[in-house]
Structures are given as structure tokens and as C-alpha cells.
């Protein structure tokens, strides 16, 4: 009892310590909601249950209630800040040229905006609390450009001495995995592995039932998935080609605060490898994993009443059918109130301006490896 009252008392001194201070702007990426698988394979059970949320890779209804659940949850949160009404001012959407991110973008801001009464435009009562707001391209994270300099560094880390050693010690397992599976790609490719740990938690997410042999071995499968995962985010440079313009973006929004921008909101649609790129090249303090559907980072812009800014920043990673919790990270060693300079400072040499140039394959004439 003695302990907690410290505790409690220790708390709430260090909150006192912390300046009091308002929120200025807020700004959410988070990857897609959950979707349909993204390929199948030779014994896939539900190769043709897809077709009916348009096939692969597809955000369907639980994924799209996730991200509005999401909305109603950050609406409420900041409900003291943000308008109660959308304005092309104050609110800004962006989301990579995928149908997954653009509808997740679309779910979420349908919770967070309804139309006032001047805004109110279908009398049909089914419609009359959306109101259509635009998602604009986001032009710099665009994976559908392949980044070169990142597939270089990716295979420079899949044939390192540790990582084969790995897959030498779970050959006899993916030797299971291909029978079971049929997935022949798996054979010395053990972050193929993805393929089987993607399916189960997407049949998990629509109540299909996992696949007899998945069962039998999910915590080694996933497993496996989360390891292979992090490899592909080893170095600082390998998240700052995946985030880098990402954070720029946000860095952006923040200075033109400074000159006038009446922004309130940036929403920002992206994917696993953008948020776990973000999570590396920010350094912050939780658990690098394979990011959750719909997880993310929300950046908040605060100030105290003495006129010095603050970053604050969260990080969202619960499952679909999870409670929605933003927990907050340091950056980098900074405080969790990180002085606005500081942040600055700290992101500096994270931010890529130019994705084409970054994206140059530097080992010339190792490009087909
Ligand atoms: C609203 O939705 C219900 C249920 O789908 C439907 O029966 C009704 O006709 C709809 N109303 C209008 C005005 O379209
Ligand atoms: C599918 O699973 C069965 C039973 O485990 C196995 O015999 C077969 O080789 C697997 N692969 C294909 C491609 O059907
Ligand atoms: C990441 O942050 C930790 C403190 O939280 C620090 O010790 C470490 O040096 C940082 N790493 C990099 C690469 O900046
Ligand atoms: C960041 O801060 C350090 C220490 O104050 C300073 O040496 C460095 O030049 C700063 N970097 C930038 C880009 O402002």
C-alpha cells in the first residue's frame, strides 16, 4: 500500500515537473485496416473466399470498421481540439495509391467528420451523416516505385552469414512449411515465411478457421515472421528509405505552423513497412515488431503558455479486435515532451527530400542479386 501511495505520489510530482500545455496540431499515419490476403498458394483452403471483397489485397468491412472505430476513438480524444466540422483548412488527407490505404483513409475520416448543417447535402437518412472529404495522393512513399538502394540493402542482409546461419536451423521446419503449404518459394527463403503468418491473422480477422498445420505451429511461425521482418529494418538507412519522406511530410506541416498554416489535422494512409520504418528511424522506445493493421504513430504539435513548443508522439500497435490505445513513446532519448528544437534537431538527417535520388542503387552491377 505504502508502495503505491509512493508511486502515486512520485507520479504526480514528475507531472507537475512536465510544463502544462495545448495541443497545436495533430497529425496520424497508420497503416491499412485489415484486408484480404495478398497471394495464394497450391493447398490454400479459401483460395476463392476473396473474390467477393475483389481478391487479393483488398480492405474489406473489417477492415474498414477498424479504421472507423479508430475515428470515433480519435474524435473523442480530441474533441477539445479539433474543429467539430470538416474545413479544407484544417484538414488534410493523403494515402499511398493503393485501394487499401485510400478506403482506410475513407473510414476513418467518415467517424471523425459529419457534415454540419450547412455541409448537410443527401436527405436519404442512411447517408445523411457522411460527408465526402479528399484524400489526396501521397506522393513521396510511393512504393510502387521500387526503391533500388533498399532491395540492395535488403539482400545484402538476407545473405549475411547470420541470417543463412538461421535458415540452415530452421530448414527442416520450412521443409514442413512447403510440404503443407505447397509454397515452394519458401525453399531458402525463409522470410517467405510471411505468406503462411499473413494468412493466419487475416483468416483470424474474418472468423475463418487457420489452417490445421498453421495452428500446430503458429508461435513459430510468427515468430520466424516478426524476425524476418526486422531484419528488413537492421539500419538506419533501411527505415529512412521506407519513412524518410513520410517524416518530412510531417516535419513540414509543423514549421508551416510557424507562417500562417491553420492546419489542424494531417491523416496520413500508409503501410507496415512505412510505420515500422518510422518506428526505426524515429529510434523510439517500444518493441520493434511487424506493425498490427491499422497501427501507427500520432504526432502532436503542443505549446505552453509561454510560448515554447513541444512534440509529443504515440504509438498505436492493438489488434483489430483490441481496445484502440495510443501509448506514448520517447523519440530518440528525447523527453516524452520533446522540445520542438530538440525533435527538430533529431529528425534532421532522418528526412528525405528526394526519393528518386536516395533510391539510386549504389553497388553498381550487383543490382540483379
Ligand atoms: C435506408 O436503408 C434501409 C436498410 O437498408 C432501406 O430499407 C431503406 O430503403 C433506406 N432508405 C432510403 C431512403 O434509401
Ligand atoms: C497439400 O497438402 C497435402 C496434405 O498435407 C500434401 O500431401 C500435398 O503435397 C500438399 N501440396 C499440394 C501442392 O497439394
Ligand atoms: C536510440 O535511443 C536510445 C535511447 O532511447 C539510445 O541509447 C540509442 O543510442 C539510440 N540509437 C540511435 C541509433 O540513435
Ligand atoms: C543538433 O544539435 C547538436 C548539439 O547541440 C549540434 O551539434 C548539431 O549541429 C545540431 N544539428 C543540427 C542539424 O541542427
Redesign the pocket.
Known amino acids: 500500500m505504502l508502495k503505491i501511495t509512493l508511486i502515486f505520489y512520485l507520479v504526480n510530482f514528475l507531472n507537475c515537473e512536465e510544463p502544462k500545455t495545448d495541443i497545436v496540431l495533430v497529425q496520424a499515419i497508420f497503416r491499412h485496416g485489415v484486408r484480404s490476403i495478398l497471394i495464394d498458394y497450391p493447398n490454400d483452403t479459401f483460395r476463392t473466399y476473396w473474390d467477393k471483397y475483389g481478391g487479393y489485397g483488398q480492405l474489406t468491412p473489417v477492415g474498414m470498421k477498424q479504421l472507423y472505430e479508430y475515428g470515433i476513438f480519435f474524435k473523442n480524444r480530441y474533441s477539445n481540439f479539433l474543429s467539430p466540422y470538416y474545413h479544407n483548412s484544417k484538414v488534410f488527407a493523403k494515402s499511398t495509391d493503393y485501394d487499401r490505404t485510400i478506403q482506410s483513409v475513407l473510414s476513418f475520416l467518415s467517424a471523425v467528420y459529419k457534415p454540419s448543417k450547412d455541409q448537410e447535402w443527401n436527405s436519404n437518412p442512411n447517408l445523411s451523416d457522411y460527408l465526402p472529404i479528399p484524400v489526396r495522393i501521397l506522393e513521396l512513399a510511393s512504393d510502387k516505385t521500387k526503391c533500388e538502394r533498399y532491395e540492395e540493402l535488403r539482400n545484402e542482409m538476407r545473405s549475411s552469414h547470420e541470417y543463412l546461419a538461421l535458415q540452415a536451423q530452421n530448414q527442416e521446419f520450412l521443409n514442413l512449411m512447403i510440404e503443407k503449404s505447397g509454397l515452394t518459394n519458401l525453399k531458402n527463403n525463409q522470410y517467405m515465411i510471411w505468406q503462411i503468418a499473413d494468412k493466419a491473422m487475416v483468416e483470424e480477422a474474418h472468423n475463418l478457421p487457420v489452417d490445421k498445420y498453421i495452428q500446430d505451429n503458429y508461435n513459430k511461425i510468427m515468430e520466424m515472421n516478426d524476425h524476418t521482418f526486422q531484419i528488413d529494418f537492421v539500419t538506419?538507412e533501411m527505415g529512412k528509405l521506407n519513412s524518410g519522406g513520410l517524416l518530412n511530410e510531417i516535419v513540414n506541416n509543423i514549421k508551416k505552423k510557424f507562417i500562417g498554416s491553420k492546419a489542424e489535422l494531417f491523416v496520413y494512409g500508409v503501410h507496415d513497412n512505412n510505420v515500422a520504418g518510422m518506428q526505426k528511424i524515429l529510434?523510439t522506445?517500444n518493441k520493434f515488431v511487424q506493425p498490427e493493421f491499422a497501427s501507427g504513430f500520432v504526432f502532436e504539435l503542443r505549446k505552453d503558455v509561454e510560448n515554447n513548443y513541444y512534440v509529443q508522439v504515440f504509438s498505436k500497435n492493438n489488434k483489430f479486435n483490441e481496445p484502440n490505445i495510443l501509448s506514448l513513446v520517447?523519440v530518440?532519448?528525447c523527453d516524452e515532451l520533446c522540445p520542438l528544437n530538440k525533435f527538430l534537431n533529431l529528425t534532421s538527417n532522418k528526412l528525405v527530400t528526394n526519393f528518386k535520388e536516395i533510391c539510386q542503387a549504389k553497388f553498381t552491377g550487383q543490382n540483379e542479386l
Open positions: 538506419d529510434n522506445s520517447k530518440n532519448g
